[in-house]
């Protein structure tokens, strides 16, 4: 057998790694094909067999050394990191399929030529969500004339490259029914009418702090750091779509725990891979083993459907296709009337329905028959 | 012949079939009469099935095992709402014209105009759980009946109501559940304590019956839907009693009553408890001990289990002798009983041995006692994968407890403070095939989860064979004959006075062997032609997870090899440290000499004034923040950082001073991978280090401190949880409460986490139960959906692979050479 033929039963990376090895070594074209046949044994020998129950080995390959998984949700203490969930807490969010994670992050690469310090600096000012409380040494009420006054710190606005103007313009953007002037680093809100009691003004002071005014939403914070040569910038709260119109970042490499944006803004297989990656990150940080295409079956059955179903009571397991199996997990009575009064029917095809009933489950050695039917035996 | 149940379908039941359903009418609300005998047409009435042993059924004729029991039924008199159903009423009443009972539209919201008779339609409103509003008025259930009933079919097959009318959903007759549903229980008093449904039952029969009453004499209209109402209020606590917004219905004694819905949900419900989970028989429980002289794949059965435990033999021309004989056998090995052909059952006692002996004929069953080597299931609770059950032999033992080979150990995750196992007897010969074949402890030495080996040698075995295999370690022929007699290997030793420990082992290993690798200390290892020739043998070589040999035994030379492999070498590491005499004391931790411990103590010091430095600094309010940080959390993080420092430069102190060099008992065992690591020695030996709680140093305490010891606010080391003493120095009182608080914590954290994976587990259990393996080789689930075309997109099952992958560098170096 040669090269050629054993490409087409080995997956391609085997195939690579055959190829270079072979490559590597002066061989005679026997050895070769010694070798290949041995290879391509090997790797028939080793494939799963038709019946087996994959889906239950790989629910306890992944939850038995949940149990070993630390509650503790924090990076360990010293490093200088983004806060971000691990452990089981993780584990359970990704299961789960939130919306939103509960320490968003990203982790940003730059583009070679924008590869320095000072590049990736200046990028982390630009990208970093700015409201006015972030820029602002006081929001007062300047209950005289009936306004709302903001003292602008003027370092910071510098550092974040704004400038009074743009502020202004921004507000008036946001603001259309006030009237906006600004005195050297004094910005004044006034309302059109005159008329304004000192709740409203308290109320157009809450949101005046926390208005935006520049920079990518939801990144509340930037970190830059050096990781293998590379600028990295790890940032608090994500936001992948606008990210990506970001000049001198490094598209192909950016990352975010946030699986539900990667499927908003790549699509479901990206989001696929990201519930894989993320998940096997998750064990492997906590030095656990867990084979990865475990991961993967968990992560196609969440989106075999094309959007993101979470594993429990309200994706994957309350979709099943008996009804005995749903009663059986959550929501017992919820399962039995429905299945009435839509005359659901039950074929007992899997697993826990087939338990209840006292019948051979039709996995593994239970998924065939005996063709061969043994003669009567005649009465004597 | 067992019939097979191809499908199960759920409907809704009309009155009409109801009625078919029952055998008669119950009326009366009376359960037994003065004599203590059931009431005709009461709820325990005869004919609805039989709870005495002995007695017949009234309907059927059959006794209390043939019988399942028959229904009866309720005339209600006036309808009620089937509260389990509400909802699906609710979302009706909204889509259905108030007038010509179209439905309206497929969506949930209320439209304002019937398309088809140009009714408005007033905002209905549903009250939890069963009263149904419309604008002002109540709708009573007669009025829905009204509608639903006009609903034309068509429409409903619209809705995918397929189910049955919707009328039915308001009922008008009550079945009553047979008594074997409900059966009643007489107290030692001879008191009778009847089922909560039967309680229940009463009620609505009670109630019925004062409507029925009531309008026959006309009563007035508040007291008729007064009693409509709680009779609504009874059949709906009849099917549910944990409905919110009504009062749950009660016994006498105030305990809520347990009705229908009750019975089916939660872990303890029909469903988790009865129906997914079963019972055995044919099944032993008790505490489990070690024995590392039998075989891994063996199981030490206490006697008095093996001769109560037993396997029904069918008896055939070829085996009555055999039986016989065990009959015949007064004590184990013998049989407890017999099975006649006709069925019955024939207990052996020693007065009829004989006579039973005689009476077997091909044909008859005898269940006999088990022996050695027969096939049983093993496991151990909490069976979080699957091998946490597994096929072990037989081996009858005259002790109390289950013995395993301490190599089974970590499957199981057992251990020997109390852990209890149980064992489950197979009773069929196709049980018992599959049991060895795919069960058996041999097959599952590669873990399906990461593809390695899961079962090695453990602690003595690694840091005896360490110490074997060293070099230097010489035995006298007789003390080789010795080991090699003992671990059973049966070999011609040449004609030499000396052999090299290196030669014992090389015994164990097959002729043709070839593997090189790193061992743990970074020795290299070499095996050629079955001949250890280089390096040692520890943990990298035989242990669990990492044993280079097992790993390559098991993919290259099958299962019974690793097996005798296994069982060899861990009866070759104990008797190999008998031999040596292996103990550990605290001289062995005489490993700091005083000039270092000098050392270790001035960088300790160091290290704290370092920290008081940097102290100084953030209370002046001139430390700078790192980024995203306050300052506070800012001298946390340097002062973690100056704390690794610290045990670092202590473990280099320790590690350049070359103790690991010279081998004593305790280094041996942190070397070898045996146990505990060099991590471990220098907590001992040199300083204990910071303790953490929360990922974090220790703050939490009094206000503004941790202990009593210390001034309020002080950050320093000593006062948040940095232990500089050893182990072996001892702790100080503080040091001595912070290692406690870590380690509480560390435990809490461990009860707290078991809850939250178990659930993760159920979860993920019931996702991906149904995912199986087709014969093309995709993986679909039970409705035939295809999620995967090929098991982790190369078809490599992990239990089979070599750490998920296939080996090809090795597969290449054997025909290289």
Redesign the interface.
């Known amino acids: 057998m040669n090269l050629e033929e054993a490409k087409e039963i080995l997956p391609p990376k085997l195939y690579n790694q055959l190829k270079t090895e072979i490559s590597n070594l002066s061989l005679s074209e026997s050895q070769k094909e010694k070798i290949i046949e041995e290879v391509i044994k090997a790797y028939k020998s080793s494939l799963v067999e038709p019946g087996e129950a994959i889906g239950v080995i790989a629910a306890q390959s992944i939850s038995e050394p949940a149990t070993q998984l630390t509650m503790r949700t924090y990076h360990v203490a010293g490093s200088v990191q983004v806060q971000v969930t691990l452990g089981l807490p993780r584990l359970i969010e990704i299961f789960d399929a939130r919306r939103e994670p509960s320490t968003p992050s990203m982790k940003i690469y730059l583009k070679k030529s924008y590869d320095t310090k000072e590049k990736a600096a200046e990028i982390s000012r630009l990208i970093k969500e700015i409201r006015i409380k972030d820029i602002a040494d006081e929001v007062i009420i300047d209950l005289v004339n009936n306004a709302v006054e903001i003292n602008i710190n003027n370092s910071l606005m510098k550092h974040y490259d704004l400038t009074i103007n743009k502020i202004v313009k921004k507000l008036e953007e946001l603001l259309p029914k006030f009237k906006i002037s600004n005195k050297e680093n004094k910005i004044v809100i006034k309302s059109d009418s005159e008329e304004i009691d000192i709740k409203e003004l308290q109320k157009l002071r809450t949101k005046v702090i926390d208005l935006y005014i520049s920079g990518i939403k939801n990144i509340k914070q930037v970190i830059v750091s050096q990781e293998n040569d590379r600028w990295v910038l790890n940032t608090v709260g994500s936001n992948l779509k606008d990210i990506l119109n970001v000049n001198g970042i490094d598209i192909s490499s950016i990352k975010t725990n946030n699986i539900h944006e990667i499927y908003e803004v790549l699509g479901i297989e990206a989001a696929r891979n990201a519930i894989i990656e993320e998940a096997s990150s998750t064990m492997r940080d906590q030095g656990l083993d867990v084979d990865i295409r475990y991961i993967m079956l968990v992560a196609d059955m969440m989106t075999v459907d094309g959007d993101i179903k979470p594993i429990g009571r309200y994706g994957v397991a309350g979709a099943k296709g008996s009804v005995l199996a749903r009663a059986n997990f959550e929501e017992t009575i919820k399962h039995l009337t429905h299945a009435a009064v839509v005359a659901d029917e039950d074929r007992l095809e899997s697993v826990v329905e087939n338990v209840m009933i006292n019948q051979i489950v039709p996995v593994g050695t239970g998924m065939f028959e005996l063709l061969y039917k043994p003669k009567k035996k005649e009465k004597a | 012949m067992v019939s ?9 039941i009309s009155p009409q079939e109801a009625k078919k359903l029952a055998v008669m009418e119950v009326t009366k609300s009376d359960l037994y009469d003065n004599d203590g005998f059931p009431v005709e047409g009461g709820p325990m009435d005869p004919r609805l099935g039989v709870i005495d042993p002995g007695l017949k059924c009234r309907t059927c004729g059959l006794t209390m095992e043939g019988c399942l029991g028959h229904f009866g039924y309720i005339e209600l008199v006036k309808p009620v709402i089937h509260v ?2 509400a909802n ?1 009423i609710y979302k009706l009443l909204k889509i259905t014209c108030r007038k010509c009972s179209r439905i309206m539209t497929k969506k949930v919201t209320q439209p304002k105009k019937c398309p088809y008779c140009g009714e408005e339609q007033i905002p209905i409103k549903f009250e939890k759980p069963y009263t149904f509003i419309e604008g002002e008025n109540i709708l009573n259930p007669l009025q829905i009946r009204e509608r639903f009933e006009k609903i034309p079919d068509e429409d409903l097959k619209d809705l ?5 009318r919707p009328e039915w959903l308001i009922l008008t007759l009550f079945l009553v559940p047979p008594v074997l549903v409900r059966p009643s229980i007489t107290l030692e008093t001879g008191e009778r304590s009847e089922d909560d449904l039967t309680h229940k039952i009463v009620d609505i029969l009670r109630i019925n019956q004062r409507l029925k009453e009531s309008i026959e004499i006309g009563a007035p209209d508040f007291i008729i839907s007064d009693l409509w109402e709680l009779l609504q209020y009874h059949v709906a606590t009849f099917f ?1 009693n944990s409905l919110v917004g009504i009062p749950t219905s009660r016994h006498r004694s105030g305990r809520p009553l347990k009705t229908l ?1 009750d019975r ?2 939660t872990k303890e ?1 029909r ?2 408890h009865n ?2 989970g ?1 019972r055995v028989n044919f099944a032993a429980r008790t505490v489990i001990s070690p024995d590392p002289f039998i075989s891994i794949d063996e199981v030490g059965v206490p006697l008095v289990v093996a001769k109560d435990l037993t396997i029904p033999v069918y008896v055939t021309k070829n085996n009555i002798e055999f039986i016989k004989t065990l009959i015949l056998n007064p004590s184990w090995p013998s049989a407890n009983y017999i099975i006649r052909p006709d069925g019955r059952k024939k207990k052996i006692t020693d007065e009829n041995r004989e006579e039973i002996a005689k009476e077997i004929a091909p044909g008859y069953i005898v269940h006999r006692h088990l022996q050695n080597g027969d096939i049983v299931l093993f496991n151990r609770q909490p069976s ?3 091998v946490s059950m597994m096929a072990h032999r037989v081996r009858v033992t005259p002790w109390r407890t289950f013995t395993l080979n301490i190599c089974t150990c970590p499957p199981y995750n057992a251990d020997f403070d109390g852990d209890e196992m149980n064992l489950h007897v197979l009773q069929n010969e196709e049980a018992r095939a ?1 049991a060895a074949l ?1 069960m058996a402890v041999p097959k599952h030495i590669r873990s ?5 080996p899961l079962i090695g040698a453990e602690h003595d075995h690694v840091s005896g064979l360490y110490s074997l295999t060293k070099d230097g370690t010489e035995v006298s022929r007789e003390t080789a004959l010795q080991l090699l007699f003992e671990i059973g290997v049966e070999v011609e030793l040449p004609n030499k006075n000396k052999f090299t420990g290196k030669e014992i082992f090389s015994y164990l290993l097959p002729k043709d062997l070839n593997i090189e690798f790193k061992s743990k200390s970074g020795v290299k290892t070499v095996i050629k032609n079955g001949k250890l020739i280089e390096g040692v043998i520890d943990a990298n070589a035989i242990g669990r997870e990492k044993g280079k040999i097992i790993d390559i035994l098991e993919k290259e030379y099958g299962t019974e090899e690793v097996h005798k492999f296994i069982d060899r070498v861990s009866k070759l590491g104990i008797k190999w440290l008998e031999k040596l005499g292996f103990t550990i004391g605290l001289d062995d931790f005489e490993i700091v000499s005083k000039e270092n411990e000098e050392k270790i103590n001035s960088i300790i010091e160091n290290g704290k004034k370092e920290v008081e430095k940097l102290i100084e600094i953030y209370k002046k309010g001139e430390l700078e923040c ?3 940080r306050t300052a506070k959390e800012t001298v ?2 340097r002062i ?2 100056i ?2 420092g610290i045990i670092n430069s202590v473990r280099k102190v320790i590690e350049d001073s070359g103790v690991f060099e010279k081998e004593n008992c305790a280094i041996m065992i942190a070397k070898s991978g045996a146990r505990g690591s060099l991590l471990h020695l220098i907590q001992i030996a040199g300083a204990v280090g910071q303790e ?1 709680s ?4 220790i703050h939490r305490g009094y206000t503004g401190r941790t202990l009593s010891h210390f001034k309020e606010n002080d950050l320093s080391l000593d006062a948040h949880g940095f232990v500089g003493s050893s182990f072996k120095t001892g702790l100080k009182p503080y040091e001595f409460f912070f290692d406690a608080v870590s380690g509480r914590g560390s435990l809490m ?1 461990k009860s ?3 809850r ?3 659930y ?16 093309d ?1 995709t ?1 679909r ?3 035939k ?1 295809i ?2 075309f090929n ?12 750490w ?6 090795s ?2 170096q ?3 050479k």
């Open positions: 097979i149940i191809k499908k199960i379908e759920f409907k809704l389990l159903y699906y995918k109501f397929l189910g049955g549910d819905a089916l949900r419900g469903f988790r129906l997914a079963k979080l994968h699957r599959e795919l399906p989860r990461y593809g390695g790192l980024p995203g946390e993080v973690m950082q704390v690794s953490q929360l990922g974090e140093r954290d707290l986490r078991t939250h994976s178990g993760l587990e159920r979860r993920l259990m019931n996702a991906l139960q149904d995912l199986k393996v087709e014969y080789g993986i689930d039970n409705r959906i999620v995967q098991f982790g997109e190369d078809g490599i099952d992990p239990s089979k692979s070599n998920g992958t296939i080996d090809i560098k597969i290449v054997k025909f290289v």
